[in-house]
């Protein structure tokens, strides 16, 4: 199986990921950027895309991408959402912009073409990666990672209700009871909205999940719900308040991007129905 | 005169301003912002780590490792030996052990395929050990590690990683030298790294930074030390904010960008010349064999930098906290910065050279010559 990527905006550290995977997994690398070759445009069976659409150039690559492949897969949180990648939109409205400095505003690739496979996570681990390419080069569909729950079904930590919880940002979770849940002990975690699979590593080592998975399936497929949403149901629930006062408190305390950030510049996070994930979701 | 030159690296914009003057000058400077910021700055100092390495995922590990370190010692604890500096090493040889991996993929290297298919396995593998090791001591920035700093303090299970590595290490290092060697002989007659002219002595680039981690910053042909007290940080203003330099280092002659510039050399010839992953090659095979024999022998040593500096693979990187929660600053200093300022030295050698007073044709030797550069600049735009 003869596999290539593209990289678009990105860090290089899906490539990286996949590098180590396709050792393993034997298959042969047609192009990858830190091998030094850049996909051209040649046919090959898998076509990773990696990074976010910054330009009319990246634009261009991945009109090309769609008919050059077997299967096109969308590798990492930033092809998927818009990952680290997709922050520059957080400033794209101000200096940036005025500056000229970025010709397109960051959009997630799967936003703008339609991808075979989604492997979200920031980066995918190896492991998971030798996975789908033993998948794929056996010809068969690989398993969808929306299939998984939220990073909380997987966490050991046990959740538990405060009467008067309050929501700290500047929390560190190093004072917090052990076992017990981060977001219940007002630590910001973003484990009940971001897509599990991972095995809750984070949050199981006391550092609270920053939502590198992207959305949950649930987020992305429920029409009119936010993560803010999602997030002042719960704390709700643990403070034994109302849900809008529980929002309120939450808009007021927390920058509006804080509960999506690896999804800021998606339209899932932006406008739901515009977004090409939903069809993929609706094959499960 | 001065031109601006917009540039394309992987993150967005970048701009080269040339100054044809009298006395040539080029910089490099990054436009573009990721505003990676945004991520930081909601982070509590715990999960800090796992932010910061999403600055780059080349350097994934040593951002992480830097702000391990950094949120130790705001809680007032030193690992008393040089954990993190062995860890640093240990990951610099996983990045060493992945560009081994990718031989099979440089013709010019001219391996069979099986050598190849070998060569690739072993140094995946090595790469593993590696990484595993700094798991295990430290957890990876997609896997943290709980009470991660009472293994730094106990340092055992680091030990030990590190001779597991090492032991690991021979084999494929016994395989590489021959032929570290012979890609060694290719590369300084081929490349502008390579000495060609009397009087020059080049900084290992790829080797820098490992060099600098262990207090031996090396000189690639003489493979001489340089004094980390001549090793001096500065002020590069444009958003790059600080950058590190070799006192007195030597000039730089850019064999191949003066070669461009009288037109000697086609663009065509010289991306066929100046083939970086070669150069990497043998770096990386250099670097290598230093870093396993240093861990096997524990003396990987102190870093001499000060206390808010840590090495990454490519450059110092910079993590500064003010308090416990809230990071007053997460400030990164151009991970390529020595790639900058090498390819900032060609274009004003290239440019010296050729005395071109036309501006186009003075644009088009300025890109010629950054062509060559694998500019990264991730840490540039955060």
Not at chain 1, 129 to 144: D, I, K, M, V
Not at chain 1, 275 to 280: A, G
Not at chain 2, 63 to 79: I, Q
Not at chain 2, 117 to 144: H, M, N, T, Y
């Amino acid at each position: 199986m003869r596999i290539a990527v593209l990289s678009l905006a990105s860090c290089g550290g899906c490539q990286q990921a996949l590098l180590q995977a396709a050792g393993e997994a034997g298959v042969e690398i047609a192009a990858m950027p830190i091998l030094g070759r850049e996909w051209s445009g040649e046919s090959v069976d898998v076509l990773f895309v990696e990074g976010c659409v910054t330009s009319e150039h990246h634009l261009r690559l991945l009109e090309q991408a769609r008919g050059r492949c077997g299967k096109l897969v969308a590798l990492g949180t930033c092809a998927c959402f818009g990952g680290p990648s997709g922050l520059a939109r957080l400033g794209a409205s101000s200096e940036e912009l005025a500056r000229g400095s970025s010709s397109v505003e960051p959009r997630p690739p799967a936003d703008l073409v339609e991808f075979d496979v989604l492997v979200p996570r920031c980066p995918p681990p190896p492991s998971m990666l030798s996975q789908l390419l033993s998948t794929l080069s056996r010809g068969e569909r690989p398993r969808s990672v929306y299939a998984e729950s939220t990073v909380c079904s997987q966490c050991p930590r046990a959740f538990k209700g405060i009467k008067g919880f309050r929501l700290e940002l500047s929390r560190d979770p190093s004072d917090v009871e052990e076992g017990a849940c981060l977001l219940s002990q007002g630590v910001l975690c973003l484990g009940p909205l971001t897509l599990g699979g991972c095995g809750a590593p984070c949050p199981a080592a006391g550092v609270p999940c920053i939502g590198c998975g992207g959305l949950s399936a649930k987020l992305i497929a429920v029409r009119g719900l936010r993560p803010i949403d999602a997030l002042a149901s719960l704390l709700a629930a643990i403070g034994g308040s109302d849900r809008d006062s529980a929002l309120r408190e939450l808009e007021d305390s927390v920058p509006p991007h804080s509960t999506h950030l690896f999804t800021s510049c998606s339209r899932i996070a932006l406008s739901k129905p515009g977004s090409r994930i939903l069809p993929l979701l609706r094959r499960l | 005169m001065v031109s601006r030159i917009a540039i394309e690296v992987p993150y967005g914009d970048a701009e080269l301003v040339i100054d044809t003057g009298a006395e040539p000058r080029a910089r490099i400077a990054c436009r573009s912002s990721r505003w990676v910021t945004a991520l930081l700055s909601l982070a509590p100092a715990s999960a800090l780590p796992i932010a910061a390495s999403r600055i780059c995922g080349s350097c994934s590990s040593s951002h992480y490792l830097a702000s391990l370190k950094a949120v130790a010692r705001l809680r007032g604890l030193e690992s008393g030996a040089s954990a993190y500096e062995a860890a640093i090493a240990l990951e610099i040889a996983a990045g060493d052990a992945l560009h081994l991996a990718r031989a099979r993929y440089l013709e010019p290297l001219g391996l069979s395929r099986e050598v190849a298919a070998s060569l690739e396995a072993k140094s995946l593998r090595l790469a593993r050990v590696a990484r595993d090791a700094i798991q295990r001591c430290f957890g990876s920035p997609v896997a943290p590690v709980l009470g991660w700093i009472d293994r730094v303090l106990a340092r055992e299970p680091l030990d030990e990683c590190c001779k597991l590595f090492a032991r690991s290490a021979t084999e494929l290092i016994n395989e590489i030298s021959r032929l570290a060697r012979e890609v060694e002989r290719v590369v300084r007659e081929a490349c502008s790294y390579a000495p060609g002219a009397e009087g020059v002595e080049y900084v290992a680039l790829a080797g820098g930074s490992l060099s600098l981690a262990s207090g031996r910053l090396t000189l690639l042909r003489s493979g001489a030390r340089v004094d980390l007290g001549s090793v001096e940080v500065f002020e590069r203003g444009g958003g790059l904010e600080k950058a590190a330099r070799v006192v007195g280092k030597p000039a730089r002659v850019g064999a191949i960008a003066r070669e461009v510039a009288r037109g000697n050399l086609s663009l065509e010839e010289l991306s066929e010349v100046l083939e970086t992953p070669l150069y990497q090659f043998v770096a990386s095979a250099r670097e290598l064999r230093y870093i396993a024999s240093a861990l096997a022998e524990g003396s990987v040593g102190s870093v001499a930098w000060g206390e808010p500096w840590v090495e990454a693979p490519s450059g110092p990187i910079a993590h500064e906290y003010s308090s416990l929660s809230t990071p007053r600053e997460a400030r990164v200093v151009t991970g390529s910065m020595i790639a900058i300022e090498a390819a900032e030295m060609d274009v004003v050698s290239a440019l010296r050279a050729s005395r071109a007073s036309d501006e186009s044709r003075a644009r088009a030797i300025a890109l010629a010559v950054l062509s060559s550069y694998p500019l990264c600049m991730h840490c540039a735009s955060l």
